[in-house]
């Protein structure tokens, strides 16, 4: 007994210094990576400006549109998956907006991904106002530096699709590779400009962050304004919703992360929702154009369940994976209740769910949550509007 104590205690003492040892190597080849990697620091955050609030009709109980059980069914839900708002939205009103422990109507939650989908927009917009001439624009009109090599070949379109053959970096064993450099780094323009090409464009659906990342650089050298600044103006003050921020690499080199870290309320993700709904028309103003929401949600050549960087619900599948480098994948229980369903996706469970058939908005933010069921709260929401006349109330 006493030997294997003995062993027990080296192989411990072994792994103690092991991991001093690798540590103190991090932090002597990049001391700030190293840091922010340790906690969990992404960078600074920079302001993205909102306008005058648009409030929105929140529904008397009476007038719910939505059986009681399915919006109890729904915060059940939300609280088992450590969630910190969700809201729903049908009718043309808030039906039901409640915040978990510790969280409120003016809380930021950090919303991974969802910020792709917004991104989508923004092109639109920037497509509108002249600065890009359309989608299938050579990307290399923008990014110089993939104009003399095979990226020339690559569009604005087969970016927004996820179709570039763009390389791109993922989790390895090398905590200061490629994919803690683009998520922690505090110098990502080169990490993500420098990627090459390896696959035909237009050939194949790999979901990844180098294709949104340098989407955001071409609006800001489109525009010459810095992304937070045009962010704010083409979208944010528009929509009726308070400031916001975006997360940057440094303060030295002040990039923003494009493909995630846009910190907002619940209620400024149900007015992104709002625009889906509206065909990009908030309150009386036109905020994106007509065709370029309905392009949004145009599936591209290789997934049917994705459009301009937003998840569509077209083809059921019990486990969604991202690209073909992870096993990260996503669990769905069964089909979507309809067809139509359109959604933001942020890792861990971060979700705008939009339903046009039914004027349906669900947004759900909150802990990362990596086995939340796909399918539960659009399809007991949706259950509940059709059998609201019956069951309203009980």
Sequence with gaps: MKFILKTIKRILLSLVLLLTIGLAVMFITDPVLTFRILTLNLGPEEQVAGGQT??????????????????????????QNKSHALIVYHNDAIQLEHYYSGHDADSFSSTQSMHKSVLAMLVGIAIEQGYIVSADEPASTYLTEWADDERAKITIKHMLNQESGIDFPTVGINPLGGFFRLIFGPNIGPEALHQLLEATPGSRFDYNSINPQNLGLI??????KRYSEYLSEALWQRIGVPDAAV???SNEHRTARMFCCLNATARSWLHLGLLHLSEGRIADQQVVPVDWMRHIVIPGANNPNYGYLTWLGNKYEEYRYYNRKTAVRVFQSEPFAVPDVIYFDGFGGQRVYIVPSHG???????????????????????????????????
């Design 247 to 249: 997360v940057l690499d």
């Design 360 to 394: 349906l908005i669900i947004v759900r933010i909150g802990a990362l949550t990596p086995d939340m069921d796909e399918a539960f709260l659009p399809n007991v929401i949706i259950r509940g509007i059709l059998s609201g006349s019956k069951q309203q109330n009980q």
């Design 219 to 224: 609006i800001e050298r489109a525009t010459g």
């Design 54 to 79: 648009i409030d929105l009709t929140t529904a008397a109980k009476k007038a719910r549109s939505i059986s009681a059980a399915a919006l109890t069914a729904a915060i059940t839900f939300g609280e």
